[in-house]
């Protein structure tokens, strides 16, 4: 009698086990979930929602900072609207980030203005004003020469940057134009000779007294040194004199 029982209880258990276990691993396998499109949803209301179609909603943050999106707002899906996944599946759900990072600002200077933009965008900021900017050394044209924040300081997201944009100086037509050579620490006529070997010539010359640098030395010349000028420009230099005024 005993047996019997043990034998009923074994099949009881085994029916249990066949029902609560094996029955819905086996007809699981092959059924499908649809994705339901929770976009533009608040959080909760989203998750709410995959659970509903036998989902698990996973929080996640977008790359970048969105200033005219709220933080708690699902601004886009994984998997996307209608697929078919199996029940349980994880979605996540990407939101905005709730506060605005902050970045260290790029050194733009060099850089093209469509490269300096797009570095500025993929940190959430924007370009403000863009000014031009006369130059004479061709290297610097379509590129940044100046930024109005500095390389390096923190900034937030959202904010704006204005840049100046070298612009090639032209020539007039017919007219050569040279670089000034540095003549600082020349004598008078070295600089002469080193200024005829450009194009150039000695325009006024401003003596200044000293009592420790050598008579005749070139100390300041204008314009400045790499300065591009027609050719036959005169330089003015200040050279130093002996005699006290």
């Given amino acids: 009698m005993k047996k019997i029982w043990l034998r009923i209880l074994f099949v009881v258990l085994a029916i249990l086990l066949f029902d609560k276990l094996l029955m819905p691993l086996y007809t699981s396998q092959g059924r499908q979930a649809s994705v339901p ?65 902050s970045y260290s600002m790029p050194e733009l200077y060099g850089r093209p203005e469509d490269e300096a933009r797009q570095s500025l965008a993929r940190l959430g900021m924007t370009v403000g004003d863009v000014q031009q900017r006369l130059i004479s050394n061709p290297d610097e044209d379509g590129k940044v020469v100046s930024q109005s924040v500095p390389p390096n300081a923190m900034v937030k997201a959202g904010t704006t940057v204005s840049l100046i944009v070298g612009k090639l100086e032209e020539e007039p037509a017919g007219m050569k134009r040279v670089v000034v050579p540095e003549i600082l620490g020349m004598s008078l006529d070295q600089a002469r000779n080193t200024l005829a070997e450009r194009g150039l010539s000695v325009g006024r010359i ?15 010349q204008k314009p400045s040194v790499n300065t591009f000028v027609p050719s036959g420009q005169a330089i003015e230099l200040t050279v130093v004199t002996p005699d006290q005024p």
């Fill in 37 to 101: 499109d929770v976009k533009n949803m608040p959080y909760g209301k989203a998750a709410r929602a995959l659970g509903r179609a036998g989902l698990e909603a996973k929080r996640s943050y977008n790359v970048r900072y969105l200033g005219n999106v709220a933080a708690d707002v699902v601004i886009d899906q994984i998997p996307a609207p209608g697929s078919k996944v199996k029940p349980g599946r994880k979605v996540y759900l990407v939101l905005n980030r709730k506060e605005k990072p």
């Fill in 206 to 220: 401003i003596y200044e007294y000293s009592a420790i640098l050598v008579p005749n030395t070139v100390i300041s």
